[in-house]
């Protein structure tokens, strides 16, 4: 009697066989493409439940053991790869398909890919994952461009798309994460995005390659990533445009760059800023950003967060000086230089007239020897809870957080939480201190976590 090996424990054919085909369809999608596939050797009624899979995966590197296999090998596994997806896409025949995830080097050859991803979108594919590492690969089978079933496109890695077909419309896709895929020109904007009336959600992840796109206009968009860390595109595109005019969530993570043009991003509800500056020996000559319009972009943010290297940037190089946040309700500033905390987060504490919570990080040390000066919180704050992060207890520390209670009136509750080194019995002890300060609000509480 055959037995099936599946998570803990074997079961017989026999008692596969009572299982009804929906339910055994179900347990096979839990299965890599790769596993589900070995089923089908089993008996003719598996092949035929193999068949109605609806997502499918395949990854060479399944295929791929560096400690068995020498390069002489190599041949015949891409060759065993190409085979199996070319096996299990013909055994499938014209069945719809619902999501494609594709992850392969160039060994299957340009040709064989396209034609793998050109049968999936013919099945009405609505969920594409492409991994794809032809360094030499500039372009795509023009029906991914076409497609009318596409919502959800994630697409990579590390190749240029010089072309991008004019007709290109993809009237339903929603979600497009490009990972280190560059675009030339303006045709990412102009075209690709232009031919997207449905795009909702888009990342640009682009790390440690260049190509980011200098303009990303969308009037569809809500949420925007752009993570960029790569030095050649802070020289290469010295300015980036947003014209996201219903854009919700802005992640961006990125060097700051000589200048923003337009930045329309009205109806910003939530930011994160992580900015950074060049390091000394990525510049051959003087390198001056200015993020005023990018800080004006956002001044209609309800929720904003600072990292500490994006605190720096600001304090630095808003050089048309900080808006009016006039509907910030949320602030979380992590700064730990003199100039970030003395300056910049008093500046936007003043500007933020409706800010009720506040979450500061690495609160900034009083000079030795120097009389403690806390920074200056307007009289008509309405800051109702304070975050405290990565807490120690020095004496500097409790100085700072007995000046916000003395000077936030509206405060209701006050959030500490203490550094992951404190032994219990410090953290005891800090606990004592800081419920032992005085508070102008008499309706305060206090959590420790």
């Not at 034609?115 to 029906?143: A, K």
């Given at each position: 009697m055959f037995q099936v090996q599946l998570g803990m424990g074997s079961v017989s054919m026999a008692s596969?066989?009572?299982?009804?085909?929906?339910?055994l369809v179900e347990i096979?999608?839990?299965l890599p493409t790769k596993q589900a596939a070995s089923t089908s050797v089993l008996a003719k009624r598996?092949?035929?439940?193999?068949?109605?899979?609806?997502?499918?995966?395949?990854?060479?590197?399944?295929?791929?053991?560096?400690?068995?296999?020498?390069?002489?090998?190599?041949?015949?596994?891409?060759?065993?790869?190409?085979?199996f997806v070319d096996r299990t896409l013909a055994l499938q025949g014209a069945q719809p398909i619902n999501k494609l995830s594709l992850k392969c080097g160039e060994e299957p050859g340009e040709d064989h890919v396209d034609g793998w991803i050109i049968n999936t979108l013919d099945r009405g594919v609505s969920e594409l994952q492409l991994c794809l590492t032809f360094h030499m690969r500039t372009r795509l089978p023009s029906n991914l461009f076409v497609s009318k079933t596409l919502v959800k496109l994630i697409l990579g890695k590390e190749f240029c798309i010089d072309c991008v077909p004019s007709d290109t419309f993809?009237?339903?896709?929603?979600?497009?994460?490009?990972?280190?895929?560059w675009f030339m020109g303006t045709e990412f904007s102009d075209v690709l995005l232009a031919g997207c009336p449905a795009?909702?959600?888009?990342?640009?992840?682009?790390?440690?390659?260049?190509?980011?796109?200098e303009i990303i206009s969308s009037k569809t968009l809500k949420r925007l990533s752009i993570i960029s860390k790569c030095a050649e595109d802070v020289h290469l595109?010295?300015?980036?445009?947003?014209?996201?005019?219903?854009l919700v969530d802005l992640f961006y993570a990125d060097y700051a760059r000589r200048k923003y043009h337009r930045c329309n991003l009205d109806s910003l509800v939530k930011a994160t800023l992580d900015l950074h500056f060049l390091e000394p020996e990525e510049c051959d000559e003087p390198f001056e950003p200015n993020v005023t319009v990018l800080m004006n972009g956002i001044r209609n943010v309800k929720k904003l967060q600072l990292t500490f290297s994006a605190t720096e940037v600001?304090?630095?190089?808003?050089?048309?000086?900080?808006?009016?946040?006039?509907?910030?309700?949320?602030?979380?500033?992590?700064?730990?230089?003199?100039?970030?905390?003395?300056?910049?987060?008093?500046?936007?504490?003043?500007?933020?007239?409706?800010?009720?919570?506040?979450?500061?990080?690495?609160l900034y040390p009083c000079t030795y020897g120097h009389e403690f000066d806390g920074i200056p919180i307007p009289q008509t704050n309405k800051i109702n809870f304070l975050g405290i992060t990565c807490y120690q207890g020095t004496e500097n520390e409790l100085k700072h957080v007995s000046h916000f209670l003395l000077k936030m009136e509206r405060l209701?509750?006050?959030?500490?939480?203490?550094?992951?080194?404190?032994?219990?019995?410090?953290?005891?002890?800090l606990t004592e201190d800081l419920l032992k300060l005085p508070r102008a609000s008499s309706t305060l509480t206090m959590q420790f976590v």
């Amino acid at each position: 009697m055959f037995q099936v090996q599946l998570g803990m424990g074997s079961v017989s054919m026999a008692s596969w066989d009572c299982l009804p085909d929906e339910l055994l369809v179900e347990i096979l999608s839990f299965l890599p493409t790769k596993q589900a596939a070995s089923t089908s050797v089993l008996a003719k009624r598996w092949r035929t439940l193999f068949a109605v899979r609806q997502n499918l995966d395949f990854d060479d590197s399944d295929f791929l053991n560096p400690e068995e296999v020498g390069e002489d090998d190599m041949d015949e596994i891409n060759e065993s790869f190409r085979n199996f997806v070319d096996r299990t896409l013909a055994l499938q025949g014209a069945q719809p398909i619902n999501k494609l995830s594709l992850k392969c080097g160039e060994e299957p050859g340009e040709d064989h890919v396209d034609g793998w991803i050109i049968n999936t979108l013919d099945r009405g594919v609505s969920e594409l994952q492409l991994c794809l590492t032809f360094h030499m690969r500039t372009r795509l089978p023009s029906n991914l461009f076409v497609s009318k079933t596409l919502v959800k496109l994630i697409l990579g890695k590390e190749f240029c798309i010089d072309c991008v077909p004019s007709d290109t419309f993809l009237p339903v896709l929603k979600i497009m994460f490009l990972h280190s895929v560059w675009f030339m020109g303006t045709e990412f904007s102009d075209v690709l995005l232009a031919g997207c009336p449905a795009l909702e959600d888009l990342t640009i992840h682009h790390k440690y390659f260049f190509g980011t796109p200098e303009i990303i206009s969308s009037k569809t968009l809500k949420r925007l990533s752009i993570i960029s860390k790569c030095a050649e595109d802070v020289h290469l595109f010295e300015f980036i445009s947003l014209d996201a005019p219903n854009l919700v969530d802005l992640f961006y993570a990125d060097y700051a760059r000589r200048k923003y043009h337009r930045c329309n991003l009205d109806s910003l509800v939530k930011a994160t800023l992580d900015l950074h500056f060049l390091e000394p020996e990525e510049c051959d000559e003087p390198f001056e950003p200015n993020v005023t319009v990018l800080m004006n972009g956002i001044r209609n943010v309800k929720k904003l967060q600072l990292t500490f290297s994006a605190t720096e940037v600001i304090s630095e190089c808003c050089k048309g000086g900080l808006p009016v946040f006039k509907n910030l309700l949320e602030l979380v500033f992590f700064g730990n230089k003199e100039k970030v905390w003395k300056e910049l987060l008093p500046l936007v504490l003043k500007n933020s007239p409706n800010l009720k919570c506040l979450i500061l990080s690495a609160l900034y040390p009083c000079t030795y020897g120097h009389e403690f000066d806390g920074i200056p919180i307007p009289q008509t704050n309405k800051i109702n809870f304070l975050g405290i992060t990565c807490y120690q207890g020095t004496e500097n520390e409790l100085k700072h957080v007995s000046h916000f209670l003395l000077k936030m009136e509206r405060l209701q509750l006050l959030q500490v939480h203490f550094s992951m080194t404190l032994v219990d019995s410090k953290r005891v002890q800090l606990t004592e201190d800081l419920l032992k300060l005085p508070r102008a609000s008499s309706t305060l509480t206090m959590q420790f976590v």
